[in-house]
């Protein structure tokens, strides 16, 4: 039998992953120029800026060691800052999204266009949009944060998570409507469904509430709930985050019971519905669910994400890269219900968890992009903005990226010409090439994947966080803690939250203990070289008493991870 | 003689670090004395087949677990045998990493490579001549794993057990893979080619002997 077809279509299955390299190609730079920056200083922006009415309103947030405090900023589309204001009594990690709610009345009253801001200290705000003047306020209970979780808006109601429970405010004058408890919450965002408000908590509860306050719960019992609950025609879509992984929970509203459980991966982002559509994302993948009758995954592509999606031009949707490298994920679905995914390079690059914000007009589309470092970058499309802008991108030519993709269809195209000639030897040679090839393109991510595998099989699942130093403050229990032993002198940093990484909550450590660090970009990862300019014989961490085996920009983290460096002779 | 227990094994001292180097070089040199005469083909063969080789290690170095050392250890261990295999493992171990970096490691590299050439010493990759490509590429295979699990024997030290070992066994696993991947590219690129290079030319003294005996001719 001649095997020699056989042999060629699996040659050919081979080259998809050459495809796939030369699709990452995207559309975006010819669409979109920059148009502007603002520099908010030492702060994140952590969640998405908010376009409406020609004005952009920009949220920082900031670390408790940092200069420069949070705040609510307001531009107009040119770039010019309108007006911007604080919160000194913030806790600092303000990352509830913006909400604006155009003006109507209802059985409480009438009420203008507002801006809706949920505060860190628990304070809720309805700001006049075009000078940010405050209509009204209200005060919600704080335990440690406040407010972190999206708002949603209901006929005359402002319904807004708190750290304990929901509020529901009269938009006209802020007064309280109806308050219940529930779990404690952290970007515990609220979504109204079918008269009831459905908000999850961080012992993996789901709870929904009633307009009058009643209240009915669901023990998920699969981790953290982080995110406003979805409803697909389905059920509802809610996402937990457990120690080994992510899992999706379709949960029938009327009986609040579970009707299916699909797994997915490690810190799952906020996931976002379009129809029966819901685009998620986590550590692994970029996930496509299918939730028309039952929920099933339709399609990933590997990524990692941790933060929101946002819904952009063309009905597709882009996310940040939880790394220095990659940049934005841009998400199309194609016809044939697939997921195409290409990447983007705006300039606020690395380890954002804020989703863009978009804006179309008449006159032309806007992306505004936060960056980690405190810079919104604001993009518009070419239709309108046509000039080139200094150093354009596009003409620039990747020479490694198009030598390597030259020789792997050298090589493949040479394994399947003499396979045609019945050369097997000549045959073999170009294949292993090609292996070669590929094993190097592919083996920081695999040996990455692999070392998470590792670490799991090797731990026993616990939701134990390690010992608890009776040093610390009681006040830190429940939140993420780091600790040094710096020459034989240990000091720790606590009641940290939303750090996604090792690194990134090192690095806020090191900045309130006053500490400095020193690090150098590798191949694997940023690797801590010295604190203090200790160096040592090299610095190890560990996270709730194990010692991963990634770098810490890779090591994901949870709300109560508790991070310990010590140098590598003291192992 | 230690200065300090290191991520990798012993931090050397520049004394432990000569008398480390002055070990290597005895053990190259012992193994290579032979009561049989080398030519000066033999030594000039020996001494470019080490400088090369290291040369081609230290430009690959950024490739990750890209070990061209493996499979040339492989065929110099079949062509030249045990001992000169073993040898020219030692002495590329050594120079390479007079540029790459000298260490504690450098020990267990040269014991790895040397195991090589004694693997391809026995495995009779070179048949009469004849290069013997599926059984150099299934011994390419072995042997990237083998000087793997020997080169992470360094990192053992007081305070590592024998869990953490595996765990650091495992977790090297994709970089085994890609090291075997890639000695079966050197095997079938370059297998035949450097084999025949190192293929034994008789010496005058033994064409001689054929002949005489040949003709039944008493030396």
Same mark, same amino acid.
């Given at each position: ?69 949070? *705040? ?58 075009? %000078? ?23 006929? %005359? ?114 996931? &976002? ?16 669910? %299918?939730?028309? &009758?039952?929920?099933? /995954? ?8 941790? =933060? ?17 490298? &990659? ?36 006159? =032309? ?18 239709? +309108? ?28 195209? =040479? ?6 000639? +019945? ?25 990455? /994947? ?18 608890? %130093? ?43 203990? =006053? ?36 770098? *810490? ?19 | 003689?230690? $200065? ?38 033999? !030594?000039? #063969?020996?001494?470019?087949?080490? #400088? ?5 290690? !230290?430009?690959? $170095? ?8 493996? !499979?040339?250890? @492989? ?33 267990? $590299? ?67 893979? @890609? ?8 095997? !079938? ?17 033994? #064409? ?12």
């Amino acid at each position: 039998m001649d095997r020699r077809p056989l042999l060629l279509v699996a040659l050919v299955v081979l080259m998809l992953p050459s495809f796939e390299a030369t699709a990452q190609q995207s559309a975006f730079d010819d669409e979109f120029n920059l148009g502007w920056e603002h520099n908010f200083g030492d702060v994140y922006i952590t969640t998405a800026p908010l376009f409406h009415d020609d004005a952009m309103f920009v949220r920082t947030s900031a670390s408790w060691g940092g200069n420069d405090g949070p *705040s609510v900023s307001s531009f107009n589309l040119e770039g010019d800052l309108l007006w911007s204001f604080g919160n000194p009594n913030s806790t600092r990690h303000d990352m509830a999204p913006l909400m604006v709610v155009d003006a109507g009345n209802g059985a409480c009253g009438s009420w203008p266009n507002m801006l809706i801001i949920g505060w860190s200290d628990g304070l809720i705000e309805a700001r006049e949009p075009a %000078d940010g003047s405050v209509l009204w306020t209200h005060q919600s209970k704080a335990i440690t944060w406040g407010i972190s979780g999206s708002m949603e808006h209901e006929n %005359d109601r402002i319904v807004v998570p708190t750290r304990s429970g929901v509020v529901a405010l009269c938009a006209s004058n802020g007064a309280v409507e109806m308050e219940a408890s529930t779990g404690l919450g952290w970007r515990n965002g609220v979504s109204v469904v079918e008269g009831e408000y459905l908000l999850g908590d961080e012992d993996g509860v789901l709870w929904a509430v009633s307009h009058s306050g009643e209240v009915r719960s669901l023990d998920l019992q699969n981790g953290k709930i982080r995110h406003a609950p979805l409803l697909t025609p389905s059920g509802l879509f809610v996402q937990s985050q457990g120690a080994n992984g992510g899992t999706v929970s379709i949960v029938n509203t009327t009986t609040l019971t579970v009707s299916a459980r699909l797994p997915i991966g490690p810190s799952p982002a906020i996931p &976002i519905a379009v129809g029966s559509t819901v685009v998620s994302a986590d550590s692994e993948a970029i996930r496509l669910f %299918d939730c028309a &009758i039952e929920c099933y /995954q339709t399609d990933r592509a590997p990524f990692r994400s941790n =933060g929101e999606i946002g819904a952009v031009h063309h009905g597709q949707f882009m996310l940040p890269y939880n790394d220095e490298t &990659i940049g934005w994920g841009l998400i199309r679905i194609a016809s044939n219900g697939s997921l195409v995914l290409t990447t983007v390079n705006t300039g606020a690059d690395g380890y954002g968890t804020s989703s863009p914000g978009y804006y179309g007009t008449s006159e =032309g589309e806007y992306l505004a992009f936060g960056s980690d470092d405190g810079v919104v970058f604001v993009f518009t499309s070419a239709s +309108k903005d046509a000039q080139p802008i200094a150093g354009d991108e596009r003409l620039e030519f990747d020479w490694m990226a198009q030598g390597i993709v030259f020789l792997l269809f050298l090589s493949l195209g =040479g394994a399947a010409i003499q396979l045609l000639r +019945k050369n097997h030897a000549s045959m073999v040679k170009f294949f292993s090439l090609y292996a070669v090839l590929i094993g190097l393109l592919i083996v920081d991510g695999v040996a990455l /994947q692999w070392a998470e595998m590792v670490e799991d099989l090797s731990t026993p699942p616990s939701d134990d966080d390690g010992p608890w %130093d009776p040093a610390w403050d009681e006040s830190w229990r429940g939140t993420q803690i780091v600790s040094f032993t710096i020459d034989g002198e240990v000091r720790s940093a606590g009641g940290f939250e939303g750090y996604d990484t090792a690194l990134e909550l090192t690095l806020a450590a090191c900045e309130q203990l =006053g500490i400095e660090i020193t690090s150098e970009p590798t191949g694997l990862g940023e690797y801590v070289v010295a604190f203090d300019g200790e160096e040592g014989e090299g610095w190890e961490y560990s996270v709730d008493g194990r010692e991963p085996g990634v770098s *810490s920009e890779s090591k994901p983290l949870d709300a109560s991870s508790r991070v310990h460096w010590y140098p590598a002779e003291a192992r | 003689m230690f $200065q300090a227990l290191g991520t990798h094994g012993p931090e050397l001292s520049p004394t432990m670090g000569l008398v480390l180097d002055l070990i290597l070089l005895s053990t190259a040199f012992l193994l290579l004395s032979a009561p049989k005469r080398r030519s000066i083909h033999d !030594v000039m #063969l020996m001494a470019t087949l080490v #400088l090369s080789v290291s040369l081609l290690r !230290v430009v690959m $170095q950024p490739l990750p677990n890209i070990q061209p050392v493996t !499979v040339a250890c @492989l065929l110099v261990g079949a062509q030249l045998g045990a001992r000169r295999g073993a040898a020219f493992a030692v002495m590329v171990a050594m120079l390479s990493n007079f540029i790459m970096g000298d260490g504690w490691w450098t020990i267990f $590299q040269a014991i790895g490579w040397a195991s090589v050439a004694v693997v391809g010493a026995n495995a009779t990759l070179v048949l009469d001549g004849v290069y013997n490509l599926r059984r150099t590429c299934i011994a390419a295979i072995g042997t990237a794993f083998m000087f793997d699990f020997i080169v992470s024997l360094s990192i053992i030290d007081g305070t590592f057990g024998v869990v953490d070992f595996m765990l650091y066994l495992l977790n090297g696993i994709p970089f085994d893979v @890609l090291h075997a991947v890639g000695n079966i590219a050197f095997a !079938v690129w370059f297998g035949a080619w450097f084999a025949s290079i190192l293929e034994e030319q008789p010496t005058r003294e033994t #064409l001689d002997t054929t002949v005489m005996e040949g003709y039944g001719i008493d030396a």
